[in-house]
């Protein structure tokens, strides 16, 4: 029997108008059954302006975190400060009352994997690992950044792991130093990395395409294999965010949990993440939350 046909003609030329030098080379990639982005992802100039305005608050928003954040400080205490000044700067927290999500930020302590939700029960101890990630909507463009913050000092071990998380996306960012790479040439560097040192790469959650709405295609897997996933091309605009666990990559919401949202480690060992937003161009990844 013939093989079925796997091409999924995502990409497709402008009737009428002549091809560019990147419709050829992304009609190469579909042309070989490569997954390629539809043209709604590219974003405009004045989007990428707006995306761009919108990462500069959003690094505006966690520096202030990074000011202030300190043991015995309540997670409650830390969406205050999102929240305000995200306000005050003229943007919106875009977490609050997405999906029923009741806060303004994620916060993430040890075993937390991520969408931790700030409370004032929760109070920062020494030797804490915690992910803050804020996602900040400005004139209707979003930008989705989190960054890990040790309490005091911490164990040996934690503290490597937020450094090899850190070091992971660094990886992602370097594999992605041109265009026209896949997202699964990103996500087998990272996990390469992350296996190299003992870690595991969570896989149920994964980073997005991003900057018109929160979360848009393509899926960025922090795994995978080489030459899968879909294709980067100039314009594009997404986040890398592998999240890195001590032990078992597999995760669990309790069932118990009022809201659905918190993921935990299955063997309640730490993770940690770091998040960037990127612009995809010509000569590599920009970071637009810097
Ligand atoms: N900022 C998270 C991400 O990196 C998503 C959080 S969803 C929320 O994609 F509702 F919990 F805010
Ligand atoms: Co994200
Ligand atoms: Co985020």
């Not at 996602?135 to 490597?160: C, H, N, P, W």
Request: negative net charge; charged residues 25%; proline residues 5%.
């Amino acid at each position: 029997m013939a093989r079925k046909n796997k091409i999924v003609e995502n990409w497709k030329l402008l009737p009428g108008v002549a091809p560019t030098q990147m419709d050829l080379r992304i009609l190469e990639f579909q042309n070989r059954g490569k997954l390629c982005p539809t043209r709604n992802m590219i974003k405009t100039p004045q989007q990428i302006t707006g995306i761009r305005r919108a990462g500069a608050l959003n690094t505006a928003v966690l520096d202030e975190v990074a000011e202030r954040i300190r043991e015995g400080m309540t997670t409650e205490e830390i969406n205050r400060i999102v929240h305000d000044f995200t306000i005050k700067h003229g943007g919106i927290p875009a977490p609050l009352d997405y999906e029923g999500f009741p806060k303004s930020c994620c916060t993430s302590i040890n075993e937390v994997v991520c969408h931790g939700i700030p409370s004032e029960d929760v109070v920062l101890e020494e030797g804490d690992i915690i992910n803050v990630d804020c996602t900040t909507i400005l004139d209707g463009y979003y930008a989705d950044a989190s960054r890990m913050f040790v309490i005091g000092r911490t164990t040996e071990q934690k503290q490597r792991l937020v450094d090899v998380a850190w070091e992971c996306l660094k990886v992602g960012e370097r594999v992605c130093s041109e265009p026209y790479v896949f997202v699964g040439d990103l996500g087998n560097a990272i996990q390469k990395h992350a296996h190299a040192n003992g870690f595991s790469v969570v896989r149920d959650l994964c980073g997005h395409g991003v900057g018109c709405a929160f979360h848009e295609e393509p899926e960025v897997e922090h795994y995978g294999h080489k030459g899968t996933g879909m294709l980067l091309v100039p314009g594009m605009t997404f986040t890398i965010e592998p999240m890195i666990n001590t032990g078992t990559w597999r995760v669990f919401i309790d069932d118990e949990d009022p809201y659905g949202w918190e993921v935990i480690s299955d063997d309640e060992l730490p993770s940690a993440q770091w998040e960037h937003t990127y612009l995809m161009t010509e000569n590599g990844v920009e970071i637009l939350t810097h």
